[in-house]
């Protein structure tokens, strides 16, 4: 959990004065503060025809106050945060719990589902869910030709299909985050449960539930947080049915209603911030809690694997399923919606239609292998240079230098943005300050730094955290100067971390859609856009053969990430 | 009280793969028992298979007369049924429930009878103050200190009154001032419960202290049963002899056997040595000695007599009550435990070893 807002570890050093401290402050304020501004200005002033900034009012805020569909916003983004955190949750402790605890049977197939799971871009996976539960889809055949009728069962346009959609898309990484809390806990803890009397329910109720309680708290409020800020499925989801959330109605007050009303999508971009604000200081307290139950480890430490017994294949049809339904179903329905020249739910009649022309089409072109090409440049541009700067500022931070918590606290900053709104006041940036940097691949490469620049600063100090102070005492012993302290000792041991730093902002910088939506130029197509622009146009069979190349490529780096961070054992996400 | 039988549990197949092999032994009711060994010697393997904890592949249990394991019979109780108390090396206090709710928590889990929660109270404050900690009852368990946390421990295990207490190195954890305390705690709590206690550990001294019997265990075996006294000044072979205390051993041939004692070549010449353990099994073949039976006397003081050797003295150290001298005979050191100021240089001495002291045992392999 990088966004973890703890600050520990190494002894605070003797305030001393860094350069290079005052050279990240400078830097990180640039690219944090303005947001902040032009969203607030933009959203206390009216606009002019023209595009410039009017009259001081505080209309935007009186009329979203007002207006009828107000509260039904908030508690649609309540409802849908709460449920989406409480599927993934469910899911991923289950799994974890599975994975990590018991004999299971095919327990390692929770590990490959997950992790080509998160190679699946967020819009191709929704899409795959709309076609399999939409209209024309198989659930909706199946049961129609069960109960009879010609209407359609369930709707998936709706505030279920949302919490649905977006409880599974987050239950990887539930899983992911939660496997290691089950793995570290000592099994003596069980045991001693065992010895009591408890049988397997009451143990698992009792003690292993109980003491995860905090972990799982943190998490699940994670999950709320995303889903609160989430753009994909309120969009693709929640629009069509009229199921409006908060980041979703900023969107629609930008692009779909005429004409574009910036100060009222400005005005809900300030009440999303101020929502996020205190949501993560919560989470941040929640976060601390913790680690309160740590406590003294036998030197027989050893996590036991917990026998189900007559249980165990009940579990193992338990864990093919979970796999199945976040997995395969999706996949499935992509590749096959794919493989067709134009959608159609799935038949016997349909597949002699079955053939390679959508991918043909989407290798030729030019502007599809541009976008590809993009997306990749973009994400080791954005990642290379978060994780360079964040290796310094780790450092700094993790040693307490002077002037390490106003560096910690700015770089921690865009965490309270959420991805459209922070897209939304850079457009503003762009627009206003007449940017030539609007459109621009350089434009998506600067925001997403901004975006990504928190988790890449968690990750290096937590790498540094866990290099002792005494290493670098004894080469300063030894005469070395601090730069080449650093470049000598620090930098050859922090490695792992900082890999794993750079792919893991690799794969977010690529996956975002909501980011770039906004700000993505003619020149600047990248993959997920491409996606989300396909999907409106109603061009299903390329969107699911770009897909399909797009998932096959990322796969690649996931496997890449998870290896690197189980080989070193750093925190996952 | 327990019983066990041919006990074997391997991991990987040989002499070196660790697991146990082959034990047998009982402890009868009310008695300290204790596994002593150093680390990997399958004690806590044994522990835990007495627990329910691990499947043993071979032998028999029973507690009480009650089957608890039979590999022959297919019979493995498991450890939520055997009904026994246990305190684990970490303490294993869970950390999310108060002191109050750690304690109570085998009697909520007490199958057959039901127990209303102020019985469920009276005993488990009962209990609490019996290790002293009733007054943190409503207190979380992670405030603990280590060694309250260890007192919450026992009061767990013993709340429900199991007829067999099992702890696996329960005072490892604590620093040394803390074990001391504890330790005598502990012997004076069992004894006034009086449970059957069976007790793991690596420290012969806590051991020692403890136990009414220890079973001294090695790669897997058990090397010998006996009291505190047996095993210090009786040990059956060099392995237990090397392990328990400071020795002397001299590794080397039997040369003749004359009325219960027996004359063993070394490297320092014949020494006479009682042989009490010298029935059946291997001959003899190594003469041990304990520091503080060496006699030490100025060059020339001594009477040529059996077991009279010249050395000097080449090291020593103050113990503080006593000083310890390494006196070499040739390519042999022998530890001599003697007074402070006896000797302060390289002087040449003359050793004697006592007939009566020294011990001819087997020269098993370690």
């Known amino acids: 959990m990088t966004m973890a807002v703890a600050r520990g570890g190494g002894r605070s050093s003797t ?214 800020e989430s753009f994909e499925v309120p969009a693709l989801v929640g629009l069509p049915g009229s199921t409006r959330v908060l980041t979703s109605t900023i969107y629609q007050r930008l692009t779909l209603d005429m004409p574009p009303d910036v100060g009222s999508a400005s005005a809900f971009g300030v009440l999303l911030l101020v929502v996020m604000a205190i949501l993560l200081q919560i989470y941040g307290r929640v976060v601390a809690q913790t680690h309160r139950y740590q406590t003294v480890t036998g030197k027989g430490f050893r996590p036991r694997v ?12 338990l864990i093919i399923t979970i796999p199945f339904i976040v997995v395969v179903i999706p996949l499935a329905t992509i590749l096959w919606a794919a493989l067709l020249p134009y959608y159609q739910a799935f038949s016997i009649k349909a597949v002699p239609l079955l053939g390679f022309g959508n991918f043909v089409q989407v290798l030729n072109s030019p502007s599809f292998r541009g976008a590809i090409v993009n997306s990749l440049v973009l994400g080791a541009a954005v990642a290379t240079l978060v ?114 730093c750079w792919l893991f902002v690799f794969l977010l910088a690529v996956r975002a859609v909501s980011l770039m939506l906004l700000l993505a130029g003619p020149d600047s197509q990248v993959v997920a856009v491409t996606l989300f622009d396909f999907w409106n146009n109603g061009q299903v069979g390329e969107l699911a053969a770009l897909g399909c190349v797009w998932t096959a490529i990322m796969t690649v780096f996931c496997i890449a990430f998870l290896v690197v961070a189980r080989r070193y054992q750093l925190p996952i996400g | ?107 909520r889990m007490l199958r057959g009878k039901r127990w209303g929660d102020a019985e469920i109270r009276r005993l488990a404050m009962r209990t609490l103050e019996t290790v002293g900690l009733a007054e943190f009852a409503p207190r979380s368990a992670a405030q603990l200190s280590g060694g309250q946390q260890q007192r919450l421990a026992l009061a767990r295990a013993l709340v429900a009154e ?42 012969q001294s806590e051991a020692l202290a403890l136990s009414d019997r220890i079973a001294i265990m090695h790669n897997g075996r058990i090397k010998q049963i006996g009291t505190p006294h047996q095993i210090y000044h009786q040990p059956c072979n060099a392995f237990v002899a090397t392990f328990i205390g400071r020795s002397n051993l001299l590794r080397g041939k039997l040369l003749e056997r004359n009325n219960g004692q027996v004359r063993i070549a070394t490297a320092l010449g014949p020494v006479l040595c009682q042989a009490p353990n010298d029935a059946g099994g291997p001959p003899p073949a ?47 050191e022998i530890l001599v435990r003697g007074m402070t100021g006896q000797y302060d240089g390289p002087e040449d001495v003359e050793l004697y070893l006592p007939p009566e002291k020294t011990l001819a045992i087997a020269a098993d392999e370690i």
């Open chain 2, 1 to 107: 009280m327990l019983h066990v039988e041919n006990l074997t549990k391997l991991y990987a197949p040989g002499e070196s793969g660790g697991g146990i092999r082959d034990l047998s032994f009982d402890v009868a009711g009310g008695e300290f028992y204790t596994l002593l060994g150093p680390s990997g010697c399958g004690k806590t393997t044994t522990l835990r298979s007495v627990a329910g904890l691990e499947e043993p592949s071979f032998g028999r249990m029973t507690i009480a007369d009650h089957v608890i394991f039979d590999a022959a019979n297919g019979i493995f109780v498991p450890a939520n049924q055997r009904r026994l108390g246990m305190v684990f090396q970490s303490y294993a206090v869970w950390p999310h429930m108060s002191v109050f709710d750690n304690t109570a928590f085998p009697l």
């Open chain 2, 162 to 203: 199991p007829s067999l207490l099992l702890l696996d190195e329960p005072l490892s954890n604590l620093d040394a001032l803390l074990r001391e305390q504890m330790r005598s705690e502990l012997r004076r709590l069992q004894k006034e419960v009086g449970v059957t206690a069976v007790y793991v550990t690596h420290d």
């Open chain 1, 387 to 500: 994780t360079v700067l964040s290796a310094v500022a780790g450092w700094c931070v993790a040693r307490r230098v002077a002037g390490a918590r106003l560096l910690d606290g700015l770089a921690a900053l865009p965490l309270v943005f959420p991805a459209i709104v922070l897209g939304l006041a850079f457009l503003e940036i762009f627009v206003h300050a007449g940017s030539r940097l609007y459109g621009s691949l350089l434009s998506l490469v600067v925001v997403s730094m901004v975006a990504y620049m928190p988790y890449g600063l968690r990750y290096a100090q937590l790498g540094v955290i866990q290099i002792h102070p005494e290493l670098e005492e004894a080469a300063a012993i030894a005469g070395a100067r601090q730069a080449r302290t650093f470049i000598r000792v620090v930098l050859p041991l922090l490695i792992p971390a900082l890999i794993s």
């Open chain 1, 15 to 228: 305030a001393s004065y860094y350069p290079q401290v005052i050279v990240l402050i400078v830097l990180f304020c640039v690219g944090v503060i303005p947001p902040f501004v032009f969203l607030a200005y933009s959203s206390l002033h009216e606009l002019d025809p023209s595009g410039a900034f009017g009259a001081f009012t505080l209309g935007h805020f009186a009329a979203i106050f007002a207006s009828r569909s107000f509260s039904s916003v908030i508690v649609n983004s309540a409802v849908y945060s709460l449920g989406s955190a409480l599927l993934a949750l469910v899911i991923g402790a289950a799994q974890a719990w599975l994975a990590e605890r018991t004999d299971a049977a095919l327990r390692q197939v929770l590990y490959v589902s997950s992790i080509v799971s998160l190679g699946i871009p967020y819009v191709l996976y929704i899409v795959a869910w709309i076609l399999f539960l939409g209209k024309a889809g198989p659930v909706n055949a199946a049961l129609q030709h069960m109960f009879g009728g010609t209407e359609p069962y369930i709707s998936v346009y709706s505030l279920g299909g949302m919490i649905f959609v977006e409880g599974l898309l987050w239950s990887p990484l539930a899983f992911l985050l939660l496997s290691p809390v089950f793995r570290n806990s000592d099994a003596s803890f069980e045991e001693a449960a065992s010895i009591c009397g408890a049988g397997l329910l009451s143990t698992l109720r009792y003690v292993t539930l109980g003491m995860a309680r905090p972990a799982l708290l943190a998490l699940g409020l994670l999950v709320f947080i995303k889903a609160s």
């Open chain 2, 286 to 332: 190594a003469a041990l000695i304990r520091p503080e039976h060496v006699v030490l006397a100025a060059a020339g003081q001594g009477n040529p007599a059996n077991n009279r050797f010249h050395g000097r003295v080449c090291q020593m150290s103050f113990l503080g009550e006593a000083t310890e001298y390494v006196v070499q005979i040739g390519n042999v």
């Open chain 1, 306 to 317: 917990i026998r189900l017994g007559r249980w165990r294949y009940a579990a193992g049809a």
